[in-house]
């Protein structure tokens, strides 16, 4: 078991109830050092009693529940300790046991305990962090389903269909002389085809899975008095709003999130963008312009009922590269506006005001943006397991192709499937280093 | 047992564990029916599942607990559900329990229907919001030892001073021809003095009570450049500040918290008090008149190193009938100031840039508020019991004067124990209404 570690796992503020909980070597010793109950200690079981100081001052009362080891979250010995939710009692609680022994817990620490004694693989470590910071519904259903081992049973096949090709080869070297069975060149073609269409159907999730977990973004443009404000404010119905944790500071344009459908839509209405001489005001079209860079898909916004201007052509020229929809707003004073020169775009005609054709620019944008949400579909990889799968994909196809133009001895085949596998068993945690779990775990709460 | 009601115990955020918590009839088959286990539910044991929501989809995994009345906190049945700490899940498992026939509990009433189970009295009741809001350790210590019922200890024997007195003087009535013991007029005398003399020592712990509770508001005043600043710097000693919840608002006046001695010190620096012509500068000027008029103690800064202007005069004639500390500051830079016009009034002299003298300054402040923290002292009374202490009182004192004139007939004299025994009554719970609960509870967070 390792050094024992504590940590509030409950958010910081006022409330009935705040938990402290510790994990690792100890920790009941700790724990019974300072929290005082009548009855002896079970597993699993709450104990009412007191906590005391560092002097065996009370500190607070609350209920201890000792996990013993390996039945716990972490794999290891753990004590969960339900005191008054007051910030400053739950730090003195802290205070309290790191004077006995323990030391702070680091974001994710106890999930990445949970990963190393065992208890779940890197994709359900990772889901746990998914799971807590899921604004959708759907994005809850897509974490649980990785939390229950769906993804790795994808990815864990396919390792072991390399794993197994791998076997044979280094039979054929060793054991040449020997009369054993061998692959075919058609069977060991047909067996890496196959993992690399199984990667493929994991591959075309991606896309959906980054916008699932980090939303669409989406910028509206236009010149002023388009509708601009209208429309961000008919696509961000107030019961959709999803209340996000960024801080109000002084901005150039303004950000909300809706729930589309499961997908959270980050709208951006930008500032207009135009030749500015004061210093300040270039700064904040800077920052509108970088918005529109990073935007997945763009809503560029004309008033139907006029006749088009200069400045809508000059904002076209500036955004026609891109994921673009043209919205043809204010349709209830009629449309006037000629549409020819924005063929090949998306056109969506709506009234903001009136809320009509919102829905049907909503599917658009989900169109657009390129999501994929069928219900045959379990899981939903994410950036890691997307460049794991790509650069095991890639080592694969660079085999295929040499091996069937017999360029490649059986050594380098060799080399080439354990790469492919190893990155597959990076995705599933099978291979790690502390510079993997690292990077993942940093990005989780302290607590967790 | 009552409705079943349900609420969030943790507070709004992404953490490791949010808890929901469900209390009254039949709790246990709503929890049955949504959250699935292997094995039969145990009372205060931690049973791993799979909640479920609505129509039967896994919603979250995790760890339920049954309190089996009366032994929990409300005294009722009792379920409590540890998920993942985000908001969203927390939210749908509310729902879903409401779907299931609970009913969104109001603020405190979880505590309420403690008191109302006799598991607790209205002192530890309130103790538990004190608990949670507690700002400095002793402010804890307060609460904890209320929550212990130490508070109760005091009021009950007095209370019980009175019935019996009352049980006398109703026989005294009732079998007045028989023989049976009576109290003299000497012994009345002395049980309400008695009773008088215990109110009147919790009565003294009232005004530590409410800085404890509250804190002692604490306002700079002064000319510009006699170090307001520095002096507010000085006694907000970083390591010192709370962190309060104060949304960062426009304001006339900076106000931060600090921990002097457990007593927190909500300083002022106000805006300077001066002739205003500008309408918007006039209302920044009456909300600083109206933090001076709320403070319990006023610090009046002086330049030490220089003479006395009209200025200093003017802001003096404004504080001087107010409970004044004149402060002499820039003593480093010699003392020129004239002092003689302030005599009668607690003189201090600091250097606010060297930190001199700050300590003697944080002595005269608690001393000038009227805080007593004596290690004697277990309990402080809050406003409310001080209100009802002295009604007690009052009623009490106006008894005894009549007395002992010998103008109460026993019907009389009975009413007037009555009226004052229900007073004390009234402060832990014994006697209570729907009116005063509410203004109790209603105080609290939901889910306590």
Do not use: W
């Not at 950036?383 to 790509?390: D, P």
């Amino acid at each position: 078991m390792r050094d024992p570690i504590v940590a509030v796992a409950t958010p910081f503020g006022e409330s009935a109830v705040g938990i402290v909980r510790l994990s690792g070597k100890g920790v009941l010793e700790i724990a019974r050092r300072f929290f005082k109950t009548k009855a002896e200690i079970k597993p699993r079981y709450a104990h009412y009693g007191t906590l005391l100081d560092e002097k065996g001052e009370p500190l607070d009362e609350g209920l201890l529940i000792y996990y013993k080891a390996p039945k716990s979250y972490t794999g290891e010995d753990m004590v969960e300790i339900s005191l008054h939710g007051n910030p400053l009692i739950l730090k003195r609680a802290v205070e309290v046991f790191i004077s006995g022994g323990c030391r702070l817990a680091e974001p994710g620490e106890f999930t990445k305990r949970a990963f190393l004694n065992g208890k779940m693989d890197l994709t359900q470590a990772e889901a746990v962090a998914e799971l807590i910071s899921a604004k959708t519904d759907l994005a809850r259903r897509v974490a649980l389903r990785q939390l229950k081992g769906e993804l790795s049973k994808h990815i864990k096949p396919l390792r072991e269909s390399l794993l197994q090709l791998l076997a044979y080869i280094e039979a054929d070297i060793e054991f040449s002389e020997e009369d054993i069975p061998t692959l075919t060149k058609e069977q060991v073609v047909s067996m890496v085809e196959e993992v690399i269409s199984g990667i493929d159907k994991l591959l075309r999730t991606a896309k959906t899975g980054k916008f699932i977990r980090e939303g669409v973004k989406l910028a509206i443009v236009g010149k002023p008095n388009v509708g601009k404000s209208s429309l961000f404010n008919a696509l961000l119905r107030e019961d959709r709003a999803i209340v996000t944790d960024i801080e109000g500071t002084t901005r150039d344009y303004i950000e909300e999130t809706v729930n589309l459908r499961g997908i959270p839509l980050v709208l951006v209405d930008t500032a207009g963008i135009r030749e500015a001489k004061d210093p300040v005001e270039r700064i904040g079209i800077e920052r509108t312009l970088k918005k529109i860079e990073e935007a997945d898909v763009i809503l560029f916004v004309l008033d139907g009922s006029k006749p088009l201007t200069e400045e809508d052509k000059r904002i076209y020229e500036q955004v026609r590269g891109k994921n673009l929809i043209v919205v043809v707003n204010k349709t209830d004073l009629g449309t006037v506006i000629p549409l020819e020169i924005f063929e090949g775009h998306s056109i969506i005609k709506v009234s903001a005001l009136k809320g009509e054709g919102i829905r049907n620019l909503e599917e658009e944008i989900l169109k657009r943006a390129g999501v994929l949400v069928e219900d045959g579909i379990n899981v939903y990889v994410s950036v890691r397991h997307e460049e794991l799968l790509k650069k095991a994909k890639g080592v694969l196809e660079r085999f295929l192709e040499r091996y069937r133009r017999e360029e490649v001895s059986p050594e380098i085949a060799m080399l080439d499937i354990r790469e492919a596998s190893d990155y597959l068993g990076e995705i599933v945690g099978e291979i790690t280093t502390e510079d993997i779990l690292s990077s993942i775990f940093s990005r989780f709460c302290i607590g967790k």
